[in-house]
């Protein structure tokens, strides 16, 4: 995962989280007692919130609930054990001697204990037919597709545990502060610069958006085919480690520059501001990411608009591809007024029907927290409060997962949501991911509805104005084309003429082997691909309701 992109298209930087995410919420047993199916509303009032649930004590190793899964009985059990300290727990590793055979069983029974659509995982598939889990477990996986006839399941991949670990505690990745843009999925590639972090190496090189990457390392990035040196030079997995990078500018000019990789925690807010229009004053700000730096730097942009007395509030989504699912429900919090979200479900989950991890219908409730979560400001203090009634979001396909919480959540309690851009990734899904043997993996495990039980957009949420991504200008600029159609929709009510379909949607530069998914046709391909981490949603002990 690095600094490159991900969520299928128009891009962004990477997603980081933080190391206490994901095991809070995980574990429990497999009793179908009460169990919330895929599918089906959760039993009683929807929209009632419980003020005071609690999750599943954690077990030893802080993989979950109070109920070992059936697979437990299987997990550790290694081919080749690792020994020594677990960074995930800060105890023993637990593995001990096994076999590749035991690591597939693991996988076939942790597939169809946990994952959301298990039933409908082909039998026809033998784990002896397989070398290792990972091609095991790239198989085990619906077949279904959308109503577009993409995969329902485009999310099933892998991480290399170390690699996954590293990032969880770093809160970071390596990189060079530039969020590329990919416009074309073939040869030839046509990369660009989609934002430069503030105060990054590449911000001080010069490197601005819209620069198009022509060489890296001495490879032509058009038409290069040297896959691995690509990689080394775009997507950087370690420090201090140099490249050389050419680029165009959109005068055509080229310049050449060397630049050195190191940990970069990209901003995930940028650009706030106040624009002034004939009929008041409007908001904007670039949101990329939901880190727990996030949750800081959201308050102090939304009390910065909250002084400048908008009325109305541009948020840009293009490039943010997730995150923390508590970070999500603090913006939308932030953006609606209290008496909107009092008592109101922010986003609900829904498990496969032997609700594997042992939550009560109230422990899969996420409310509109009131109050901040504690991430990177004190806990539980009062979230500022825009109280609006509509709201315009900027999109592409990389708006995806906890980003599309916010729009659906949003929707669900009666706030107008426009899109401008292109249509969002579409994945109303998330996952509890799971160690074994030093490979990561993420199966699909709940899906996401907000407080009206609406949460069925795997193809994406459609813009209201699809408008291409307009590289030639800043983020933030009023004449940019995205922000200057949502001013024009929000004045006059109807999308601009010059307005046009989002055309070549750009595609995420992706990690490698270190962290892989799947193709359209279940294949792993080792460049150019969507970054699987950035579509995430990432649940987290403290984002439970308020």
């Keep these: 995962m690095k600094n490159i992109l991900g969520g299928g298209a128009a891009l962004g930087v990477a997603l980081f989280m933080s190391a206490s995410l994901l095991s809070a919420c995980g574990g429990g047993g497999s009793s179908s007692s009460g169990a919330v199916t895929a599918g089906t509303a959760a039993p009683a009032d929807p929209m009632a919130v419980d003020p005071t649930p609690t999750h599943p004590t954690d077990t030893e190793d802080g993989s979950g609930g109070p109920h070992p899964l059936i697979s437990d009985a299987l997990a550790g059990r290694c081919a080749a054990p690792r020994s020594g300290i677990d960074p995930a727990t800060g105890r023993a590793y637990v593995d001990r001697p096994g076999t590749l055979d035991d690591e597939k069983r693991w996988v076939h029974d942790w597939i169809d204990e946990t994952y959301l659509w298990y039933d409908e995982v082909p039998t026809t598939y033998r784990a002896s037919d397989f070398s290792g889990p990972i091609p095991y477990f790239d198989v085990l996986r619906t077949p279904a597709v959308t109503a577009s006839g993409q995969w329902k399941d485009r999310f099933h991949y892998t991480y290399d545990s170390t690699v996954w670990n590293d990032i969880l505690a770093n809160d970071t990745s390596f990189g060079y502060g530039i969020a590329f843009a990919l416009l074309t999925r073939t040869l030839p590639y046509d990369i660009r610069v989609a934002y430069v972090s503030p105060g990054s190496p590449a911000a001080a090189a010069g490197v601005a958006r819209g620069d198009r990457l ?32 050419r680029f165009a500018r959109l005068d055509d000019s080229t310049y050449t520059t ?33 880190s727990e730096p996030a949750e800081g730097q959201l308050i102090d942009a939304v009390n910065q608009l909250k002084t400048a007395g908008v009325s109305d509030l541009i948020l840009d989504l293009r490039y943010n591809g997730g995150g923390l699912l508590g970070v999500a429900a603090e913006l939308a919090a932030m953006i609606s007024a209290p008496s909107a979200t009092s008592g109101k479900v922010f986003e609900q989950l829904k498990f496969n029907r032997k609700n594997p991890f042992n939550f009560s219908t109230a422990q ?38 906890a980003s599309e919480s916010i729009v659906n959540a949003l929707r669900g309690i009666d706030v107008a949501v426009n899109l401008v851009g292109g249509p969002t990734c579409g994945k109303p899904y998330g996952f509890y991911p799971k160690d074994n043997c030093g490979t990561t993996y993420f199966a699909v495990q709940f899906e996401g509805v907000n407080a009206k039980g609406e949460g069925d957009y795997a193809d994406g949420f459609a813009p209201t104005c699809a408008v291409a991504d307009d590289f030639s200008r800043a983020l933030g600029d009023p004449e940019e084309a995205r922000l200057a159609a949502a001013l024009q929709l929000r004045a006059t009510g109807v999308c601009p003429v010059a307005a046009v379909a989002a055309g070549k949607s750009a595609s995420a ?16 391909q080792p460049y150019l691909l969507d970054s699987p981490a950035r579509q995430n949603r990432i649940l987290d002990r403290r984002a439970t309701p308020h």
Aim: proline content about 7%; aromatic content about 6%.
């Design 214 to 245: 022509l060489e890296a390392d001495g490879v032509d990035t058009s038409n290069g085919t040297d896959i691995d040196t690509l990689n080394e030079a775009i997507d950087p997995w370690v420090g201090g480690a140099q490249h050389v990078l």
């Design 258 to 290: 060397t630049l050195t990789s190191g940990r970069m925690q990209m901003a995930a807010v940028m650009n706030v501001k106040a624009i002034d229009t004939p009929t008041g004053r409007v908001g904007y700000m670039q949101f990329n990411t939901h």
């Design 509 to 524: 530069l992706s990690a490698r082997s270190a962290g892989s998914r799947l193709d359209a046709e279940g294949r792993r």
């Design 364 to 401: 899969t409730r996420y409310a509109f927290p009131p109050t901040s979560i504690g991430y990177s400001v004190p806990e539980g203090q009062p979230l500022p409060r825009l109280a609006l009634s509509r709201v315009t979001v900027l999109s592409g396909p990389d708006t995806c997962s």
